[in-house]
């Protein structure tokens, strides 16, 4: 069994505890290094017979922060460390005619290949679309995304791709459900109710079998976006290949406009630091790419992190979940408002 798919394995029977809080169970130790994603080698080559590396990371459940991914080796500056392809990912309403339908990637109207209103870069991707597409073209949308655009939601169009996904059998039900979820108020729920009526009846007038749809209850709409809420990134294309520092780290302020939004499995797992060592970029698509912001090696001594178990593992790897421009104050109440936790990290403990 591949390391990821161990992980999908054990979320169908534990929840993963909270990447902010401390594991509630001493007794459970995940530590694995993906295979699931790949790198770019020290001499930028990649030998023919040997494959994709395994990138140099593991994930681990920690004392102090739950879930955490940590060096397994020294990663220099500017290092890919890993790739990563989204489990679902959506366009942004606003962008529908100018990305691809499927990779999200920046539309050439001359070589596209056009669906029912939406266009795909290639035959390719248009051929990957039907895990979903073959589903949701049975369907009228109008009201599910007049919804989405008069509310200002994008979260509840990852569900409906994601629905669409396990009705077509391409994915569980339950695949989100090793990460995380926000803490929703009762309000909140109230709110969802919507979406998830206006999605399953859409799904039901288009003929869509009750055996293919018993999933879709009120309490997995809810727990989905309740995933998707904390742990959706929002995918900036920036304009060329970012190698080198400077304009790595000023890749996600200059990029274009947003083109949507993606969910990922190990990226999920980084936690969050205001002075980050690692950045998540993405080029031309929605494939994303992890990137080492500084020097990073197997071991520093403060920053290790005792594991469950006892024993210690390398660097933490965090890449920023805001804009680590903002004000001290700002980033405080972003994070709390929108990811539920309080920073500790160095910046904020003094107040920078």
Same mark, same amino acid.
């Given at each position: 069994m591949s390391p990821l798919a161990f992980v999908l394995t054990l979320s169908c029977y534990r929840r993963w505890p909270s990447r902010f809080s401390t594991p509630y169970s001493h007794n459970l130790l995940v530590l694995f290094s993906s295979t699931a994603t790949t790198i770019t080698p020290p001499n930028g080559k990649e030998s023919p017979s040997s494959g994709p590396a395994p990138p140099p990371i593991r994930v681990a459940l920690t004392e102090s922060t739950g879930r955490a991914v940590f060096a397994t080796r020294r990663i220099g500056a500017g290092d890919t460390i890993h790739t990563a392809k989204p489990i679902v990912? $959506?366009?942004?309403?606003?962008a529908i005619t100018t990305v691809c339908y499927f990779c999200l990637k920046k539309i050439n109207a001359v070589t596209a290949s056009q669906s029912q209103g939406v266009s795909f870069c290639s !035959?390719?991707? =248009? &051929?990957?679309?039907?895990?979903?597409?073959?589903? &949701? =073209?049975?369907?009228?949308?109008?009201?599910? #995304?007049?919804y989405c655009r008069t509310q200002g939601l994008k979260y509840p169009l990852l569900v409906k791709r *994601? +629905?669409? @996904?396990?009705?077509?059998? /391409?994915?569980? +039900?339950?695949? *989100?459900?090793?990460?995380?979820?926000?803490?929703?108020? %009762?309000? @909140?729920?109230?709110? @969802?109710?919507?979406?998830? $009526?206006?999605?399953?009846?859409?799904?039901?007038?288009?003929?869509?079998?009750? !055996? $293919?749809?018993?999933?879709?209850? =009120? %309490?997995?709409?809810? #727990?989905?976006?309740?995933?998707?809420?904390?742990? /959706?990134?929002?995918?900036?294309?920036?304009?060329?290949?970012? &190698?080198?520092?400077?304009?790595?780290?000023?890749?996600?302020?200059? /990029? !274009?406009? +947003?083109?949507?939004?993606?969910?990922? @499995?190990?990226?999920?797992?980084?936690?969050?630091?205001?002075?980050?060592?690692? $950045?998540?970029?993405?080029? &031309?698509?929605? #494939? /994303?790419?992890? =990137?080492?912001?500084?020097?990073i090696d197997e071991g520093i001594p403060r920053l290790r992190m005792k594991l469950v178990v006892g024993n210690v593992v390398g660097e933490e790897l965090r890449i920023c979940y805001i804009d680590a421009s903002m004000s001290c104050d700002a980033r405080e109440s972003l994070l709390s408002q929108g990811f539920g936790f309080k920073c500790n990290c160095l910046r904020c403990m003094s107040g920078d």
């Open positions: 990912s $959506h366009p942004s309403l606003s !035959e390719n991707c =248009k &051929e990957s679309s039907k895990v979903f597409y073959d589903v &949701e =073209k049975k369907a009228d949308w109008l009201a599910f #995304d007049d *994601l +629905a669409c @996904m396990v009705i077509s059998g /391409a994915a569980p +039900a339950g695949i *989100l459900d090793i990460l995380q979820p926000a803490n929703l108020t %009762q309000g @909140m729920i109230l709110k @969802m109710e919507e979406g998830f $009526h206006l999605l399953r009846n859409a799904l039901v007038k288009a003929n869509i079998g009750d !055996e $293919h749809m018993s999933f879709l209850t =009120k %309490q997995w709409y809810t #727990d989905v976006l309740a995933r998707i809420r904390i742990n /959706a990134f929002r995918i900036e294309l920036a304009a060329g290949v970012y &190698e080198d520092l400077l304009s790595l780290a000023s890749a996600s302020i200059e /990029a !274009e406009a +947003a083109v949507g939004n993606a969910i990922y @499995m190990l990226p999920s797992f980084y936690n969050h630091d205001c002075d980050p060592n690692t $950045h998540i970029v993405w080029i &031309e698509n929605a #494939d /994303a790419k992890l =990137k080492a912001l500084r020097d």
